[in-house]
């Protein structure tokens, strides 16, 4: 058996290839970091949202820690405290008159929603609960 003992010059040479080598990983990380989706998130935190499910049509207004939702033109919301858990997701717990208007729902009800997609005007969002195993998907347009 032959081994080949490489030269001081081709160890420079493959440490010196290692280094750009090294350069075009970093490289590439910090290019697919800044093409990466910015969901801008932040924007619909607050105002006035229409959302159209299964021809049914609910007005959004969100202000702060509160929500208030009116279902094919009520004048009486539903209301919830709103917790945000990150930029793009959000819980909704109902508020006590909601139990009184929703008798069936559980004390403890959830409704987790996550902001998947974003427009300038608009974001599409995925809505769970800890009550059921509905995955509601809709597009929320900002109208204020």
């Known amino acids: 058996m032959c081994f080949e003992i490489p ?3 081709k160890l420079q040479n ?3 290839n290692m280094k750009h080598l090294f350069l075009l990983i970093i490289i590439s990380f910090a290019t697919l970091n800044t093409f990466a989706q910015d969901l801008s998130c932040k924007k619909f935190r607050n105002g006035t949202f229409k959302l159209m499910n299964e021809n049914r049509i609910t007005i959004i207004k969100r202000a702060g820690s509160e929500q208030l939702e009116y279902f094919n033109g009520s004048k009486t919301p539903t209301s919830y405290s709103v917790s945000w858990l990150d930029d793009c997701t959000y819980v909704l717990r109902p508020k006590a008159e909601v139990f009184k208007k929703y008798p069936g729902m559980p004390k403890d009800a959830a409704l987790t929603v996550k902001i998947i997609k974003t ?26």
């Open 7 to 9: 030269s001081f010059g």
């Open 14 to 16: 493959d440490n010196h």
């Open 119 to 144: 427009t300038a005007n608009s974001y599409t969002q995925t809505t769970t609960s800890n009550f059921s195993d509905n995955v509601l998907t809709g597009e929320v347009i900002r109208i204020k």
